[in-house]
C-alpha cells in the first residue's frame, strides 16, 4: 500500500459545484497533514493545514479522521480559478521520513 | 521577500555530465528538501535535512548527493546525469521537519 493515496479523478464540475476529495494514508503514526495545490507547471503551494477538529478557510473546508486514517478537502461554490491539481500531503517524523506527497487530484471547473 | 530561490531554472545536460542545482532560503527555517516530480509519478523526496548539519535520504537519493552549505542553503548534486533524471527538481524549506513547507519555482532538468 503506498503512504499516500489519492483518487486522480480528473473531477469535473460546473462553476458553482460542491466537489470533495479523499485521501488515505498507511502510517497511523504521521503527525501532521496539509492540502497543497499545484497549478500546471507550477510549483505547489500550501492551501490549507489539516487539524484533528477539522479546519474551515473561506469555501474550503479540511477534515481529518485518524481512526480510519484518511483526510479530506471539500470546495463549495466552486471557481473557475480553483481549477488544478489538489496534493494531499503527510509527514511522520517518526518514521524517520519527511514531507510525502500523495499523486494529486485533478479538479477542472467549467462555466 | 524572496522565500525559496532555485537556480537555474532550466537546464539541458549531455549524459555524463556533472552539475549542481542550488537552493537558498530567507525564512530562517531549519528544514530543507529536494523533490523530483514526473508526469504520473508525483512529487518524490530525494534527500533532506532536517536542520544545518543534518542529511538524510528520502525515497529516490541514488545517482544524486546533497549538502547543506548553511542554514539557508541547499544544493543538490548530479555526479553522472542519466537521461532517468530528467524531470522537474522543486526544493523546499519549512520551519522544523513536521511544518508545512514553501516550494521555490523549480528547475526543469533534461538529460539527453
Known amino acids: 500500500r503506498k503512504e499516500v493515496e489519492q483518487d486522480p479523478g480528473p473531477f469535473n464540475v460546473p462553476e458553482g459545484a460542491t466537489v470533495a476529495f479523499n485521501c488515505t494514508y498507511s502510517n497511523s503514526a504521521s503527525q501532521s497533514f496539509f492540502w497543497y495545490r499545484q497549478d500546471c507547471r507550477k510549483e505547489p503551494k500550501l492551501l490549507m493545514s489539516v487539524y484533528s477538529s477539522g479546519n474551515e478557510d473561506g469555501r474550503f473546508t479540511a477534515q481529518l479522521n485518524r481512526a480510519s486514517q484518511y483526510i479530506s478537502l471539500l470546495i463549495r461554490d466552486s471557481k473557475l480559478s480553483d481549477s488544478a491539481t489538489y496534493l494531499c500531503?503527510?509527514?511522520?517524523?517518526?518514521?524517520?521520513?519527511?514531507?510525502?506527497f500523495g499523486k494529486g487530484t485533478t479538479l477542472s471547473v467549467s462555466s | 521577500n524572496a522565500g525559496v530561490t532555485q537556480t537555474p531554472k532550466f537546464q539541458v545536460l549531455k549524459t555524463g555530465q556533472s552539475m549542481t542545482l542550488q537552493c537558498a532560503q530567507d525564512m530562517n527555517h531549519n528544514s530543507m528538501y529536494w523533490y523530483r516530480q514526473d508526469p504520473g509519478m508525483g512529487l518524490r523526496l530525494i534527500y533532506y535535512s532536517a536542520s544545518e548539519g543534518t542529511t538524510d535520504k528520502g525515497e529516490v537519493p541514488n545517482g544524486y548527493n546533497v549538502s547543506r552549505l548553511n542554514k539557508r542553503e541547499f544544493s543538490l548534486r548530479l555526479e553522472s546525469a542519466a537521461p532517468s533524471q530528467t524531470s522537474v527538481y522543486f526544493c523546499?524549506?519549512?520551519?522544523?521537519?513536521?511544518?508545512?513547507?514553501?516550494f521555490g519555482q523549480g528547475t526543469r532538468l533534461t538529460v539527453v
Open positions: 523546499a524549506s519549512s520551519g522544523t521537519i513536521n511544518t508545512e513547507a514553501f
Open positions: 500531503v503527510v509527514n511522520n517524523l517518526q518514521a524517520g521520513t519527511a514531507l510525502i
